[in-house]
């Protein structure tokens, strides 16, 4: 991704050629669990997973992240902290960054990178998507998806582990659980889709980004917008 959009300087162009705009049309007409699936696909440790796999793992995540925005007093741990913006730092080389969860001595932080808004809404107007999100509500689904990443902290990210099932491990009788890498950011774009009430999917903005990124440059994105934990 190495080209910025003309006369902007702000970062890749998501405007699309005719392969980019038949690939836009493809997630549109993909089901949720399929972009799901795909977008754990592209996580190294899942290369050469079987397709089967990785839809139910994908298919487990979104029901627990949906399950987790039914709950009344899920929200709480994002919405309770101070939110800022920044102009810069959201267009990456290899990934367009919404927003981060700062952990401070002075109390955590969400930066919401206003770039990464704006590029994400070329994206979904190249698209055809702008109906289905508005920049407020995209900034709204980022920081749901934040909040969703801070509930997943601890024991729900230990029952999402138990959903999900993976066997890691076996020798003889002793069966080892392993974590899904990718799984718990499936289950925050259920909880962000489901909690914002969005009429598309997350995971089709998330698609469409990598998809004009891929387009756009040589470096592979990663599978996700991705939260940006710093402890």
């Not at 919401?112 to 920049?135: E, F, I, K, M, N």
């Not at 469409?208 to 991705?226: E, F, K, M, N, Y």
Request: charged residues 25%; contains cysteine; aromatic residues 4%.
């Amino acid at each position: 991704m190495t080209a910025p959009v003309p006369g902007s300087g702000d970062g890749p162009d998501p405007r699309p050629g005719p392969s980019l705009r038949e690939r836009y049309a493809r997630i549109a007409r993909t089901p949720e669990e399929e972009l799901a699936a795909d977008l754990l696909a592209l996580t190294p440790t899942h290369e050469g997973r079987e397709r089967a796999d990785l839809l139910a793992w994908a298919g487990h995540a979104l029901e627990f992240g949906r399950e987790m925005a039914d709950v009344p007093d899920a929200s709480g741990h994002v919405t309770d902290v101070e939110v800022t913006e920044q102009a810069r730092g959201g267009v990456r080389t290899d990934q367009i960054l919404l927003a981060e969860y700062l952990h401070r001595s002075s109390g955590s932080l969400v930066v919401v990178y206003t770039d990464a808004l704006d590029y994400a809404q070329r994206v979904a107007s190249a698209a055809g998507w702008g109906p289905d999100y508005p920049r407020a509500a995209v900034r709204r689904a980022a920081l749901a998806h934040e909040e969703a990443h801070r509930l997943l902290h601890g024991e729900r990210g230990r029952a999402l582990r138990r959903r999900i099932d993976h066997t890691a491990l076996r020798i003889g009788p002793l069966r080892l659980r392993g974590h899904v890498v990718g799984a718990d950011e499936i289950a925050a774009h259920a909880y962000a889709h489901h909690r914002c009430s969005l009429r598309r999917s997350p995971i089709a903005l998330t698609a469409a980004i990598a998809a004009s990124l891929v387009h756009r440059g040589p470096h592979r994105p990663g599978p996700s917008t991705p939260p940006g934990d710093h402890p």
